[in-house]
């Protein structure tokens, strides 16, 4: 069997000295799936308590499950934005995304806030090099040097 290799800019990040995640920070494809999540971890946050609301009073059983439910729809999410190879349960070391950390806030919101300057950066550097290029594009089709 022949490999190809090639640099496709994908970073491993080693999570809470626990799991890899792996992605490329300077994909515009992340970034917006990134930037498009919020509603849909906010849409698993309003159904969870939608079905809370129906529960009894009391069962702390069936709170639980919809703890673990709402916990693995999110994870998901996840994989859609980080890709699917990134297992948010191994990465967590099984912790769910919405139980509340010591400083307060849930994981899920902890785990966002830490992502969040790393994509922004990529993007960034992403939109920068774009507009080079196109820039140095324009300066050779004038004729001048690049």
């Not at 509603?39 to 969870?48: A, C, I, Q, R, T």
């Not at 994989?79 to 699917?84: A, E, L, S």
């Not at 509340?100 to 920068?128: D, F, I, K, S």
């Not at 080079?132 to 004038?142: C, D, I, S, W």
Request: glycine letters at 10%; hydrophobic letters at 40%; aromatic letters at 6%.
């Amino acid at each position: 069997m022949e490999k190809i290799v090639f640099d496709s800019g994908v970073r491993s990040y080693k999570i809470n000295g626990g799991g890899l995640l792996r992605f490329n920070p300077g994909d515009p494809n992340v970034y917006a799936r990134f930037m498009e999540a919020g509603e849909k971890l906010d849409g698993v946050e309003k159904s969870l308590v939608e079905e809370a609301k129906a529960l009894k009073e009391g069962d702390s059983t069936a709170v639980v499950h919809l703890l673990q439910k709402a916990d693995r729809e999110m994870k998901q999410i996840l994989g859609w934005i980080f890709g699917q190879e990134n297992d948010f349960d191994k990465i967590l070391s099984g912790v769910n995304l919405l139980a509340v950390a010591e400083n307060g806030e849930r994981v899920v919101t902890n785990l966002l806030n830490a992502l969040q300057p790393v994509l922004v950066e990529g993007a960034e550097r992403c939109a920068r090099e774009k507009i080079t290029a196109a820039v140095n594009k324009a300066k050779q089709r004038r004729g001048e040097t690049v």
